[in-house]
């Protein structure tokens, strides 16, 4: 009889000491609970020590979690729907907060994170057009939107460390008609671009022709005058040498004559016998030809 009893008394020991301890989990973090109420919080990884029966413990994740939202409708500044589909990355900043805020219960507090994330999308869309939305500029709406989350969020003791938006597309309703506003702005940036282009090559081709014609007429008018130069000097020159023998000049000017005159086979000359021209013809001499 004794021996059971022992026995009972080394069981119900075995058993309160199993009840007094606990184990926290490598990235997580507990609050020790007296009849309900927080008596410890923020317990970090390990063994620890409870008193059976009366005080209880919750542990929670405090590692990096994510809420992967679902595709959500907001209006943009022309009050046009897009579908945002969009990710936060978040964690339990204060534990305390937390548990008194949730009650520790991670659905609710998924609900409360995702309706402050909407509100500040909607919020942020209602800023821009639907081009600015579906255009890429998301830096200008994660920014603000990230800033705003973390002042709401810290109300429930959750710290928002990223958000992301996954995509954003138009409702199917809207998408046709959007799109085709803006292939019409980009038909009519690009009918602007050509026009601009087609000016600014008129405008240089004209440039071009100026120009050539200037480059032209200068040369010409340098050319004239060299021209004229060159000729005065191969006068001044003729007649130098005319002045130093004339008969000689007379004669060389003859036969610079007869050879251009009679270049071809078909040159035919009218002239009387006794002309000037011929004077060196048929006498050496340059004396007048006798007529006939």
Same mark, same amino acid.
């Given at each position: 009889m004794k021996l059971k009893i022992a026995a009972v008394i080394v069981a119900l020991v075995a058993l309160l000491g199993y009840l007094s301890m606990y184990t926290v989990r490598e990235g997580h973090r507990a609050i020790l609970l007296k009849l309900g109420e927080i008596k410890k919080t923020d317990i970090k990884p390990g063994l620890h020590f409870k008193l059976p029966l009366v005080e209880t413990v919750r542990t929670f994740d405090t590692r990096l979690l994510t809420l992967d939202s679902q595709p959500e409708r907001f209006l943009t500044s022309e009050k046009k729907n897009v579908m #945002?589909?969009?990710?936060? *990355?978040?964690?339990?900043?204060?534990?305390?907060?937390?548990?008194?805020?949730?009650? @520790?219960?991670?659905?609710?507090?998924? =609900?409360?994170? +995702?309706?402050? =994330?909407?509100?500040?999308?909607? +919020?942020?869309? @209602? *800023?821009?057009?639907?081009?600015?939305?579906? +255009? @890429?500029?998301? +830096? *200008?709406?994660? @920014?603000?939107?990230?800033?705003?989350?973390?002042?709401?969020?810290?109300?429930?003791?959750?710290?928002? #460390?990223? #958000?992301?938006? *996954?995509?954003?597309?138009?409702?199917s309703e809207v998408a046709h008609s959007v799109y085709q506003r803006m292939e019409a702005e980009r038909a009519r940036v690009a009918a602007d671009f050509r026009a601009r282009g087609k000016e600014a090559a008129e405008r240089i081709r004209a440039n071009a022709d100026r120009e050539r014609t200037v480059i032209l007429a200068n040369a010409y008018r340098q050319a004239q005058i060299l021209r004229g130069e060159g000729d005065a000097k191969a006068a001044e020159i003729y007649a130098k040498a005319y002045q130093k023998d004339p008969s000689f000049y007379a004669f060389y000017r003859s036969l610079e004559a007869y050879k251009k005159t009679f270049n071809g086979k078909n040159d035919v000359l009218v002239l009387e016998p006794n002309s000037q021209f011929f004077r060196y013809f048929n006498n050496a001499q340059g004396g007048s030809v006798p007529a006939k």
């Open positions: #945002v589909d969009f990710f936060v *990355k978040w964690r339990i900043d204060n534990l305390d907060q937390y548990y008194r805020s949730t009650r @520790g219960d991670e659905q609710r507090a998924l =609900m409360r994170l +995702s309706q402050i =994330m909407k509100d500040g999308l909607r +919020s942020e869309f @209602g *800023k821009l057009t639907i081009q600015q939305a579906v +255009s @890429g500029q998301r +830096s *200008k709406i994660l @920014g603000p939107l990230e800033i705003e989350a973390n002042k709401a969020a810290k109300e429930l003791g959750i710290q928002v #460390v990223d #958000v992301r938006l *996954k995509r954003i597309d138009l409702p």
